[in-house]
């Protein structure tokens, strides 16, 4: 039974991006079983654990190749069983019992049961080797060995995304025998899984060769071998797939799809994504801890407007902090770009313009820093300037700053002191599907708002209510409690308006013929676990 799992921009080889088209032609592969994906990140380690895949998402990708995990996420983002043959939930939601498939091994040959389940289990654990996804992985107690084919998992409270926990990437089971052998520090280069591909060879950040594991307990991987080869820019991958230099992209610009939609040999793959963009409000600032500011803003931008015309109808506004298709979403409200209003609730706010139309409270002028990376979100420095033209048609004074793309996340997460920004572009993947999961990791209060954020609340955002509606979400025993909570903690972030929502938009990849089997999921990566060719 063919089991399906995600991928993503992922990695590979040489930087393609200089080359010309004549010199690009000398990558096309002879042999018809080997399909070569050109990504738009590179993959440097094939570890769950010690900060995870990375790049991302091109090492979550490479990953789902590799590794198998308990459960999987089929193409609705339904969560079903793969090396779990089934399982169970205690009424409690404090436990989860699994009975596993038997006779599986690694690709060392070493046998993935119960007793290596449980390895992996305690292993992600560990917050000194698991460094990252914890709020996936804290509210894990233990694991109990039943049998060779059956285990326990505990939490230490209600947790009804223990499922979710277990079908996300961080998830992937490794071999506790290849951990052994190449140590904490070697495997993320040495990876070893149960999955359908075994690595070959793996020049991180450069170029990763899989070829097909013969051992493999599900249906025969439908290529011989795949390669993952870092293309940076969108032009040139898309030129190396209508030469035939590889056989799928992702990251495909709305602007260039018109390029391939004519090309016979080749297939446009498109899905809604689970990634809200916005712009994080700094609420440690004066003018947007205030409501009504925070409100104006949202009013005096176009989100409708550049969905259309930015995207080319490849995104959608809003209409809650979440996206349309992650779990539990409801529809609590709209974007609605009404200037006269805007600036009203600017006025309430105290402000008045000066002069030059300036905004200015109490001799203040009202001016915001907006940081925005350069490459790392799709259209970011072109939406970035058009909210700064926006909110300068109503008096605000906006400063665009440009990060490059790699040292973003780094100007995010700081502590207090060390905020730059007032405005900070964002989107965040909840890469298990949850609702629950993406409105705690961006609005759960911090322990401590002076020091850096527990996980992506930037702004600091504080609600009581929402605090406790999200804990709901998490450990009620009934589903439509768990949604009530999940509904009502929406339309509260919506209506205090911590972000200015923008956009969310579509995953667009593309695959020349004869490939078949490349889905792109909505969590944004682009799934080849599916794919053959010929």
Known sequence: MRRRQFLTSAAGAAMLSTLP????????????????????????????????FTGYPGGYEAALLIFDRLLDFDADMAIVPQLAESFSMSEDLQSCELKLRSGVTFHDGTACDAAAIKFNIERMMDKEINTTNRPLWDPIAGADIVDDTTLVIRTSAPFAQLPNTLAHGS??????????????????????????????????????????????????????SIVFRFIAEPA??????????VDVI????????????GNGEVEVVRKPGLRPIGLALNLTRPALSDVNVRKALNLAVP???????????????????????????????????????AKKLLADAGYAAGSDGTLAKDGEPLTLSLFAPDGLFPGDVAVAEIVAASLTQVGVDVQITKIEKGAYWDHLRQDKANLAWDMAMFGFNPSNASGTYHLASLFKSNADD????????????????????????DSEPAEEARLEAL??????????????????????????????GVTVMPIVFTNLRDAAKG
């Open 236 to 245: 040139t991958r898309i030129n190396a797939l209508t030469t035939g230099a």
């Open 250 to 261: 992702d990251s495909v610009p709305v602007q260039l799809v018109g390029q391939l939609s």
């Open 487 to 516: 509904r009502e903690a929406q339309a509260i972030i919506w209506e205090e308006a911590p972000y200015l929502w923008l956009q969310i938009n579509e995953n667009v990849s593309a695959v020349r013929k004869p490939v078949s």
């Open 171 to 224: 998830g992937a089971i490794v071999s506790p025998a290849a951990i052994e052998e190449f140590g904490e520090d070697g495997f993320a280069q040495n990876p070893v899984g149960a999955g359908p591909y075994m690595v070959e060879g793996f020049n991180a950040g450069q170029e990763l060769t899989l070829t097909a594991y013969d051992g493999y307990w599900g249906d025969k991987p439908g290529a011989s």
């Open 450 to 473: 002076e020091g850096k954020p527990d996980v992506w609340n930037i702004g600091r955002y504080r609600n009581a209510e929402v605090d406790q509606l999200l804990k709901k979400a």
């Open 303 to 341: 989100v409708a407007t550049i969905a259309e015309r930015v995207f080319f109808g490849f995104a959608q506004a809003p209409d809650s902090p979440l996206a349309f298709d992650a779990i539990g979403h409801a529809s609590v409200g709209e974007t609605v770009f009404d200037q006269e209003a």
């Open 21 to 52: 088209a004549g010199a690009i032609r000398a990558f096309a592969q002879d042999a018809s079983g080997t399909i070569t994906f050109g990504q738009s990140t590179a993959v440097l380690t094939l570890d769950p654990a010690h900060g995870a």
